[in-house]
């Protein structure tokens, strides 16, 4: 919901790694093919961290580009949130990492879990923490390198994740798209949708969880297909209700970028021309909380997003999550 006046998007900036792998290569090492990955999902390739990057890596990338497009001194950033469900390390934090890094001072930095609505959570979060008054610029990133955690022996899903990272600077005035209101929530009825079974508190690795391949991503897609198509209608709905904005008065849809059928689907739903929402997911596949931010950056440089237009971003994860939010850009 709008929460009065919300933060403005100073600079916008993404990173993925140089390495690209496309379906053809990948059906040389898993019993897939390019006709069933396309059709089923819309992907063509996607990018791969080597060995020696990490998320922060990643993060750092796309923060540097967003601190650069946004004009500021990094010494005005006194806020760092990591939305990341492949974190560095469990602690500390990959924020913490990524604050060092780019030579930030000693400011408030934190990582944030919500799995593929995780930079749209950070968004919502980190906009509160402005609104307070206690802070002032925030560099909110969406980074992962799923490749870490994806099972080369599962074709359900090794086929469907990509690495990479997106980022935005906020600030309360300043030029650039503003922020109009957010919508998130979760139903943790269900964790066994989409999740990483070992390495928690649940199930410490062991000798067993590594042979039983526990460390890597598992899902449901048929479910999670179904949720996500749900949710996302209704989180849309919900905040443009808030808003007292009909949905076709959306000129732009940035939507998470995990499966084009489920894109279509909600294009459907919502009874919106599928020429409205902004896909990359064809090159990229499915980046978790790297996939919205990654989508900003491209439509802003494509020139996509004209003044005064009015854009709505909207994902689901595990948890399950969900998250929108406004904006006029
Ligand atoms: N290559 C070739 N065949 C594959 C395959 C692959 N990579 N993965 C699965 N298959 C096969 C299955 O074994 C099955 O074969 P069968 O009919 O002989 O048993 C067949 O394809 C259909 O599998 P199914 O799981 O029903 O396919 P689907 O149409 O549901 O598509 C997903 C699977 C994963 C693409 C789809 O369910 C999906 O996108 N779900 C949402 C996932 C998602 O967005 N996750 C991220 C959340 S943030």
């Known amino acids: 919901m709008s929460t009065g006046e919300c933060s403005v ?19 040389k090492k898993v019993d897939t093919s390019d006709e069933w990955i396309q059709s089923r999902t819309g992907i063509q390739q996607r ?32 806020l760092v949130v990591v939305a990341t469900i492949t974190p560095d390390m469990a602690f500390p934090s990959t924020a913490c ?28 979060v980190a906009d509160a923490m402005l609104a307070s008054g206690r802070y002032r610029h925030a560099l909110v990133v969406g980074a992962e390198k799923m490749s870490s955690i994806m099972d080369w022996k599962d074709r359900t899903t090794c086929v469907l994740f990509g690495d990479g990272a997106g ?41 067993n969880s590594i042979e039983n391949r526990e460390h890597f991503l598992r899902m449901n897609g048929r479910e999670i297909f179904k949720s996500a198509v749900r949710v996302m209608e209704m989180a849309s709905r919900q905040l443009l ?8 008065e959306v000129d732009h849809v940035i939507p998470h970028q995990a499966n084009v ?19 990359n997911l064809e090159r990229h596949g499915n980046t978790s909380a790297a996939s919205i931010p990654l989508a900003l950056d491209e439509a802003t440089r494509l020139g996509i997003l004209k ?23």
């Open 97 to 124: 990492q990524l604050q060092h890094k780019l030579g930030l001072g000693k400011v408030a930095s934190f990582d944030l879990e919500a799995a593929c609505s995780g930079f749209l959570y950070a968004l919502d």
């Open 307 to 329: 003044p005064g237009q009015l854009g709505l971003m909207v994902a689901f994860g595990a948890g399950l999550t969900w998250s929108a939010t406004l904006v006029r850009f």
């Open 167 to 207: 980022a935005v600077v906020l600030g309360r005035k300043g030029k650039g798209p503003q922020l109009l209101g957010f919508q998130s929530g979760a139903d943790g009825a269900n964790p066994t949708l989409l999740y990483q079974p070992a390495g928690g508190s649940k199930a410490p690795a062991s000798k």
């Open 241 to 248: 209700a808030a808003h007292d904005i009909d949905p076709a």
């Open 261 to 279: 059928r489920i894109v279509e689907s909600l294009a459907n739903r919502l009874e919106l021309p599928i020429d409205k929402f902004f896909c």
């Open 47 to 78: 990018h791969f961290a080597d060995d020696q990057e990490s998320t922060s890596d990643l993060a750092l990338g796309a923060a540097r580009n967003a601190i650069s497009n946004a004009g500021i001194s990094t010494d005005l950033i006194d």
């Open 9 to 27: 998007i100073l600079g916008v900036g993404s990173f993925v790694p140089s390495k690209v792998v496309d379906n053809a290569e990948l059906s």
